[in-house]
């Protein structure tokens, strides 16, 4: 279109700021590709330059020594994200349903209340918390990382999947009423079928949370190394004065590639899905 | 026989509707269990221990001593008021950086689509894998950001940047800005191409600038993904554990401890869980009092100027 239509030299510009903006979002995983590929020796000693004749994937081979749990961190990660991820949705699916369907009291004050939640997060509540994660028998556990993981993602999944449920027209479901069909087969028969896209999307926003945050919960509540995920069995290395950085380096960057390989596929969804559904209010 | 059918319905109605909101409770029951055990009862209990003196020991009522004793120490106001100004000051950059990527995300510049995906790893990777990425950039000896400040000339010797009290701060909040930059700039991206394209089509006729364009359409349109975004982030960045936990554990010198540092510190590492209860206290007031103050804001600006 012709609005739209930049000339030679904004493209130009735009291609710069655009250049600027995204190295900046980059850099660190710029650095820390860099850094993985030298030898240690090389990263102490010599002055800094950018380039040097050493590159090698040697920290890759060694990095599996160093850190001997490297597989069972990135394992667990992706189980507790993965198992966030599930329960999560079984406990939003019927309630998002009912915020966006039915009428009941205390509909507004409830779904404000749960809204309210998001002003905490864990740190404030971590000394009751872990009172209560003992006495649940769930600390040094997987559960003890995945409870609160999904208590504090079902305020943002009920928001979310709340909007995209609304968006389906009610005719079905009362075509399926006139036809005798009972609420809760409506719900699974005719809604969840229909909501499956918005459910993929709500899905990601939620692994994505739990994903990205399972630093805290992990430190505080969990101190076997075997379930330990990624993020807090590769802290355990840093800070000190042996810490071998390129191979932590590349322990890192090896962690993250399975998931980021899944969001390449399905970064399509995700845009779609927060244009849809998060901006429409 | 009217009259049966009269009596009958509205029975059938009530008993419908009972039993829709039945359904609907027993739908949102577990949602609510989770939420009662894992947040309410804690915060319930947060507040009773705030007025405790528990240790790993024991614990006894001491009235609202913890709350005297924080309220007297000058450091503790001088956490307060770090904890803002990190919290005005990270929002602020990130809204800024993120309107600015959103709109270059937006150009219809070929390799956009490859451009949009970029922008999303720091989003979609564990915190804290992140933060160890920039804790390395900024060490002295072989970081990266201090080798380019030495290339470029602007400091003779290696700078150890989260080494000094300012410099720590401001790097802290430089990589706070770069993780929650992502999601601000794809709602704001996402928000930007809902807006219809007839109203830039009659400003352009109308011979409006881009400039201007940007200005009176594009601004006034995703205000309101702007406002709840800042809302969303403010809360986040006044929360946020990770990013100066694993750069500087609130250091040196307390340069960057925030309230939730402070009370992580006092009531995890040093197991005084009344006084850390009380921190804990103070800050869902001041987050709560915080966006109160937020909507009501919004409310009067809004109907200020007669918005929707």
Same mark, same amino acid.
């Given at each position: 279109?012709?609005? =739209?239509?930049?000339?030679?030299?904004?493209?130009?510009?735009?291609?710069?700021?655009?250049?600027?903006?995204?190295?900046?979002?980059?850099?660190?995983? +710029?650095?820390?590709?860099?850094?993985?590929?030298?030898?240690?020796?090389?990263?102490?000693?010599?002055?800094?330059?950018?380039?040097?004749? =050493?590159?090698?994937?040697?920290?890759?081979?060694?990095?599996?020594?160093?850190?001997?749990?490297?597989?069972?961190?990135?394992?667990?990660?992706?189980? %507790?994200?993965?198992?966030?991820?599930?329960?999560?949705?079984?406990?939003?699916?019927?309630?998002?349903? *009912?915020?966006?369907?039915?009428?009941?009291?205390?509909?507004?004050?409830?779904?404000?209340?749960?809204? *309210?939640?998001?002003?905490?997060?864990?740190?404030?509540?971590?000394?009751?918390?872990?009172? %209560?994660?003992?006495?649940?028998?769930?600390?040094?556990?997987?559960?003890?990382?995945?409870?609160?993981?999904?208590?504090?993602?079902?305020?943002?999944?009920?928001?979310?999947?709340?909007?995209?449920?609304?968006?389906?027209?009610?005719?079905?479901?009362?075509?399926?009423?006139?036809?005798?069909?009972?609420?809760?087969?409506?719900?699974?028969?005719?809604?969840?079928?229909?909501?499956?896209?918005?459910?993929?999307?709500?899905?990601? *926003? %939620?692994? +994505?949370?739990?994903? *990205?945050?399972?630093?805290?919960?992990?430190?505080?509540?969990?101190?076997?190394?075997?379930?330990?995920?990624?993020?807090?069995?590769?802290?355990?290395?840093?800070?000190?004065? =042996?810490?071998?950085?390129?191979?932590?380096?590349?322990?890192?960057?090896?962690?993250?590639?399975?998931?980021?390989?899944?969001?390449?596929?399905?970064?399509?969804?995700?845009?779609?899905?927060?244009?849809?559904?998060?901006?429409?209010? | 026989?009217?009259?049966?059918?009269?009596?009958?319905?509205?029975?059938?109605?009530?008993? $419908?509707?009972?039993?829709?909101?039945?359904?609907?409770?027993?739908?949102?029951?577990?949602?609510?269990?989770?939420?009662?055990?894992?947040?309410?009862?804690?915060?319930?209990?947060? &507040?009773?221990?705030?007025?405790?003196?528990?240790?790993? #020991?024991?614990?006894?009522?001491?009235?609202?001593?913890?709350?005297?004793?924080?309220?007297?120490?000058? /450091?503790?106001?001088?956490?307060?008021? !770090?904890?803002?100004?990190?919290?005005?000051?990270?929002?602020?950059?990130?809204?800024?950086?993120?309107?600015? #990527?959103?709109?270059?995300?937006?150009?219809?510049?070929?390799? /956009?689509?490859?451009? $949009?995906?970029?922008?999303?790893?720091?989003?979609?990777?564990?915190?804290?894998? #992140?933060?160890?990425?920039? /804790?390395?950039?900024?060490?002295?000896?072989?970081?990266?950001?201090?080798?380019?400040?030495?290339?470029?000339?602007?400091?003779?010797?290696?700078?150890?940047?989260?080494?000094?009290?300012?410099?720590?701060?401001?790097?802290?909040?430089?990589?706070?800005?770069?993780?929650?930059?992502?999601?601000?700039?794809?709602?704001?991206?996402?928000?930007?191409?809902?807006?219809?394209?007839?109203?830039?089509?009659?400003?352009?006729?109308? #011979?409006?600038? !881009?400039?201007?364009?940007? $200005? @009176?359409?594009?601004?006034?349109? &995703?205000?309101?993904?702007?406002?709840?975004?800042?809302?969303?982030?403010?809360?986040?960045?006044?929360?946020?554990?990770?990013?100066?936990? &694993?750069?500087?554990?609130?250091?040196?010198?307390?340069?960057?401890?925030?309230?939730? &540092?402070?009370?992580? /510190?006092?009531?995890?590492?040093?197991? @005084?869980?009344?006084?850390?209860?009380? !921190?804990?206290?103070?800050?869902?007031?001041?987050?709560?009092?915080?966006?109160?103050?937020?909507?009501?804001?919004?409310? !009067?600006?809004? @109907?200020?100027?007669?918005?929707?």
């Amino acid at each position: 279109m012709q609005i =739209d239509r930049l000339s030679l030299l904004q493209k130009i510009g735009v291609y710069i700021a655009t250049f600027c903006f995204l190295l900046f979002i980059l850099m660190p995983f +710029i650095e820390m590709l860099r850094v993985s590929l030298r030898p240690m020796s090389h990263l102490m000693t010599a002055e800094f330059s950018w380039w040097s004749e =050493d590159f090698s994937f040697q920290a890759y081979r060694d990095m599996w020594k160093t850190v001997p749990l490297l597989g069972r961190y990135i394992f667990n990660s992706i189980f %507790v994200a993965s198992a966030v991820t599930v329960i999560t949705m079984i406990v939003v699916i019927p309630a998002a349903y *009912a915020y966006a369907r039915l009428d009941f009291p205390f509909k507004a004050l409830t779904l404000g209340g749960f809204l *309210a939640v998001n002003m905490f997060t864990g740190a404030v509540l971590l000394i009751p918390l872990y009172r %209560v994660l003992r006495s649940l028998g769930m600390l040094n556990t997987y559960w003890a990382m995945i409870i609160p993981g999904v208590a504090f993602l079902i305020p943002t999944g009920i928001w979310l999947l709340r909007s995209y449920l609304e968006k389906i027209p009610r005719e079905l479901e009362e075509a399926a009423f006139v036809d005798g069909a009972s609420r809760l087969y409506t719900l699974r028969r005719v809604v969840i079928p229909l909501a499956i896209p918005g459910l993929i999307v709500v899905g990601t *926003a %939620v692994y +994505i949370g739990a994903y *990205a945050q399972q630093f805290l919960f992990a430190i505080t509540f969990n101190n076997v190394r075997e379930i330990q995920p990624l993020p807090a069995g590769l802290f355990e290395f840093v800070g000190y004065q =042996d810490t071998t950085w390129n191979e932590l380096m590349a322990a890192a960057l090896t962690g993250i590639t399975p998931v980021m390989i899944v969001f390449l596929f399905l970064q399509k969804f995700l845009v779609a899905g927060l244009t849809a559904g998060a901006v429409k209010e | 026989m009217t009259l049966v059918a009269e009596t009958a319905a509205p029975e059938r109605m009530q008993r $419908r509707e009972l039993s829709e909101r039945a359904f609907a409770w027993a739908l949102i029951a577990p949602a609510l269990l989770f939420i009662a055990v894992i947040v309410v009862w804690p915060l319930v209990e947060t &507040i009773r221990l705030s007025f405790t003196d528990a240790t790993l #020991g024991g614990e006894n009522w001491v009235g609202t001593q913890n709350y005297a004793a924080l309220f007297a120490d000058p /450091k503790f106001w001088q956490v307060v008021g !770090r904890t803002f100004y990190w919290m005005v000051l990270a929002v602020s950059l990130k809204l800024i950086v993120g309107l600015i #990527g959103a709109t270059l995300l937006n150009a219809a510049i070929p390799g /956009k689509a490859l451009f $949009r995906v970029l922008v999303m790893p720091p989003w979609v990777i564990p915190i804290a894998i #992140g933060v160890i990425g920039w /804790k390395w950039m900024y060490n002295g000896y072989f970081g990266l950001i201090s080798g380019l400040l030495q290339e470029f000339g602007l400091v003779q010797d290696r700078v150890a940047l989260l080494a000094t009290k300012t410099s720590a701060f401001y790097s802290a909040i430089v990589t706070d800005v770069w993780v929650g930059t992502p999601m601000v700039t794809l709602f704001f991206l996402a928000a930007m191409q809902g807006v219809s394209k007839d109203l830039y089509e009659a400003a352009w006729v109308d #011979g409006a600038s !881009r400039w201007y364009r940007f $200005r @009176r359409i594009t601004i006034p349109q &995703i205000m309101p993904v702007i406002v709840s975004m800042a809302l969303l982030s403010a809360i986040w960045t006044f929360n946020s554990f990770e990013i100066i936990w &694993i750069l500087t554990e609130g250091g040196p010198r307390g340069a960057t401890t925030t309230l939730i &540092i402070d009370t992580y /510190k006092v009531a995890i590492s040093a197991q @005084r869980f009344g006084e850390g209860a009380a !921190r804990a206290v103070v800050i869902v007031v001041l987050l709560a009092s915080f966006s109160l103050f937020y909507l009501w804001f919004l409310n !009067r600006v809004n @109907r200020h100027y007669g918005a929707k």
